[in-house]
């Protein structure tokens, strides 16, 4: 099959205003700014950091204070108080209930917005088991009695079930948000 010329200048310049030649319909086209082709769910990235950006720094200030009280000689039977798991379960609790009565969104909605804590406090952590694995010295992060088994937690499986849960945790936080969503869409109406 043979391929036909183009016989007209609006197909050599693909129709771009003012180009007049071949290499100038080559040029490639910019790329679009990071919040329009970024989404996920009809949200972009940005609309979700901006909706939770208050609990986000909660987690990153409770993570860093945890872990930098332990390095610091705080005992871990006082460091513990600072407990990320805690702010994961109130997170989950208040944002099943502010993305329906805020009109942020739904179901599909709590995901994104559980995974972005979890994956600054998973890294917190791991950041702390890789300090513990450079010192030779456990802190919170890789200490025994918070290590799975009970044994030393400097190991790279432990760094490897925190990157498991970095996955596994936002599922089932989004599992028990959506009940909490579907008893406050009983009970309270959407704001419009």
């Given at each position: 099959m043979a391929i036909a010329a183009p016989n007209h200048r609006?197909?050599?310049?693909?129709?771009?205003?003012?180009?007049?030649?071949?290499?100038?319909?080559?040029?490639?086209?910019?790329?679009?700014s990071y919040n329009c082709w970024m989404r996920?769910?009809?949200?972009?990235?940005?609309?979700?950091?901006?909706?939770?950006?208050?609990?986000?720094?909660l987690v990153l200030v409770v993570g860093v204070a945890r872990l930098t009280a332990?390095?610091?000689g705080v005992p871990n039977?006082?460091?513990?108080?600072?407990?990320?798991?805690?702010?994961?379960?109130?997170?989950?609790?208040?944002?099943?209930?502010k993305v329906h009565t805020a009109g942020f969104g739904s179901y599909k909605?709590?995901?994104?917005?559980?995974a972005l804590p979890v994956i600054i406090g998973n890294a917190i952590i791991i950041t702390g088991?890789?300090?513990?694995?450079?010192?030779?010295?456990?802190?919170?992060?890789?200490?025994?009695?918070?290590?799975?088994?009970?044994?030393?937690?400097?190991?790279?499986g432990h760094i490897g079930g925190h990157a498991v849960a970095?996955?596994?945790?936002?599922?089932?936080?989004?599992?028990?948000?959506?009940?909490i969503m579907l008893v406050t869409k009983k009970l309270t109406p959407r704001r419009q």
């Open positions: 609006s197909e050599i310049t693909n129709g771009l205003p003012g180009a007049g030649s071949k290499l100038q319909s080559l040029r490639p086209r910019p790329i679009p996920i769910f009809g949200k972009s990235l940005a609309e979700y950091v901006r909706f939770e950006s208050g609990f986000l720094i332990s390095l610091l039977s006082t460091a513990k108080y600072l407990s990320l798991t805690v702010c994961f379960l109130l997170g989950m609790v208040y944002y099943a209930v909605q709590l995901l994104p917005i559980y088991i890789l300090i513990a694995m450079q010192t030779g010295k456990d802190n919170i992060f890789s200490a025994p009695e918070f290590s799975p088994g009970k044994t030393s937690g400097r190991t790279w970095t996955v596994v945790l936002p599922l089932m936080l989004w599992a028990l948000g959506s009940l």
